[in-house]
């Protein structure tokens, strides 16, 4: 093989001047300029030159586009954005991942659309956790948009759980909400059943205990949650809490009812209660107290 031939430089100086119209060149050549710029993003990749890489992956993708491929051009895409995260260019990691999105999703291809933005969430979780959540809900919307909800059971669970290490509790119990929902629809009751659990523990860890009681009261009037193990251990916790019972929401929080939750929410429980319970139980005796006013019986 000639030097000139191999040496990526050169090939994507031979790629440029084909996509780029002269005098003597009306038309671009992006067929021969694709496979150019391919060969040269493998060679820089295998050098591990991942910046001019990069850009390689960048240009045969769009080359790809042009030549009416989005299948190969979201691929490259998706290159592009692993090589980003390499060089720590975490615009370019969220900018890349959504455009292979949009690239497979022009070919009718949702589960790789939502593959692709969940690779720059998980990316993202660390430097950049606002972006990431964005990019896992955007993941499960082009799921649910297709009627795949149990193709996005993992992305609820992860999107819960980095809004539960940014200690944004009501945001990581309405995407577990989100999860039970799904399975609602896929007819998935373990999963709908641990889902409405989990929310009802974050509530509590949180310490909003009232939220809680919604959260059980609403999710109670679906049959498949009221007649679930879940639901009971859910009635003992908030008993507890009501009674002021800190040493009882300890044992129920230690017990093996929550084993087979996610990781996340049964060390949450495990730190229950978070709070002081007697104005809980104030409030819970202050109510049982209208009650008997009010019967006339």
Same mark, same amino acid.
């Given at each position: 093989?000639?030097?000139?031939?191999?040496?990526?430089d050169?090939?994507?100086?031979?790629?440029?001047?084909?996509?780029?119209?002269?005098?003597?060149?009306?038309?671009a050549?992006? +067929?021969?300029?694709?496979?150019?710029?391919?060969?040269?993003?493998?060679?820089?990749?295998?050098?591990?030159?991942? !910046?001019?890489?990069?850009?390689?992956?960048?240009?045969?993708?769009? %080359?790809?586009?042009?030549?009416?491929?989005?299948?190969?051009?979201?691929?490259?895409?998706?290159?592009?954005?692993?090589?980003?995260?390499?060089?720590?260019?975490?615009?370019?990691?969220?900018?890349?991942?959504?455009?292979?999105?949009?690239?497979?999703? !022009?070919c009718?291809?949702?589960?790789?659309?939502?593959?692709?933005?969940?690779?720059?969430?998980?990316?993202?979780?660390?430097?950049?956790?606002?972006?990431?959540?964005?990019?896992?809900?955007?993941?499960?919307?082009?799921?649910?948009?297709?009627?795949?909800?149990?193709?996005?059971?993992d992305?609820?669970?992860?999107?819960?759980?980095?809004?539960?290490?940014?200690?944004?509790?009501?945001?990581?119990?309405?995407?577990?909400?989100?999860?039970?929902?799904?399975?609602? +629809?896929?007819?998935?009751?373990?999963?709908?059943?641990?889902a409405y659990?989990?929310?009802?523990?974050?509530?509590?860890?949180?310490?909003?205990?009232?939220?809680?009681?919604?959260?059980?009261?609403?999710?109670?009037?679906?049959?498949?949650?009221?007649?679930?193990?879940?639901?009971?251990?859910?009635?003992?916790?908030?008993s507890?809490?009501? !009674?002021?019972?800190?040493? !009882?929401v300890?044992?129920? %929080?230690?017990?093996?009812?929550?084993?087979?939750?996610?990781?996340?929410?049964?060390?949450?429980?495990?730190?229950?209660?978070? %709070?002081?319970?007697?104005?809980?139980?104030?409030?819970?005796?202050?109510?049982?107290?209208?009650?008997?006013?009010?019967?006339?019986?």
């Amino acid at each position: 093989m000639s030097s000139s031939s191999s040496d990526p430089d050169k090939l994507m100086t031979k790629a440029d001047k084909l996509t780029k119209l002269s005098f003597t060149r009306w038309n671009a050549d992006w +067929k021969s300029a694709t496979s150019l710029y391919e060969q040269a993003a493998i060679a820089y990749r295998f050098r591990k030159d991942n !910046e001019k890489a990069k850009d390689a992956f960048e240009k045969a993708s769009k %080359g790809q586009e042009m030549i009416s491929s989005p299948w190969d051009a979201a691929k490259h895409m998706e290159s592009a954005a692993a090589l980003a995260k390499e060089l720590g260019r975490w615009n370019e990691v969220s900018d890349f991942y959504r455009r292979a999105s949009e690239l497979y999703r !022009e070919c009718g291809r949702p589960q790789p659309a939502s593959d692709a933005l969940a690779k720059g969430a998980s990316a993202l979780e660390e430097k950049s956790p606002e972006e990431a959540i964005k990019m896992y809900d955007e993941a499960c919307s082009v799921l649910e948009e297709d009627g795949k909800e149990q193709m996005a059971f993992d992305l609820y669970r992860a999107a819960a759980a980095l809004y539960i290490k940014m200690e944004k509790y009501s945001d990581a119990a309405a995407f577990f909400l989100r999860l039970g929902s799904a399975a609602d +629809k896929c007819n998935a009751i373990n999963s709908q059943c641990k889902a409405y659990l989990s929310a009802i523990i974050v509530y509590l860890y949180a310490h909003d205990f009232q939220q809680a009681q919604k959260c059980y009261n609403d999710c109670s009037e679906v049959q498949a949650f009221l007649n679930s193990d879940q639901n009971r251990c859910a009635t003992k916790l908030l008993s507890a809490y009501e !009674e002021g019972d800190a040493e !009882e929401v300890k044992r129920i %929080g230690q017990s093996s009812a929550f084993n087979h939750l996610d990781h996340v929410v049964i060390r949450l429980a495990r730190k229950l209660p978070t %709070g002081d319970l007697q104005a809980i139980k104030k409030a819970a005796d202050d109510g049982e107290d209208s009650l008997d006013e009010d019967d006339l019986t």
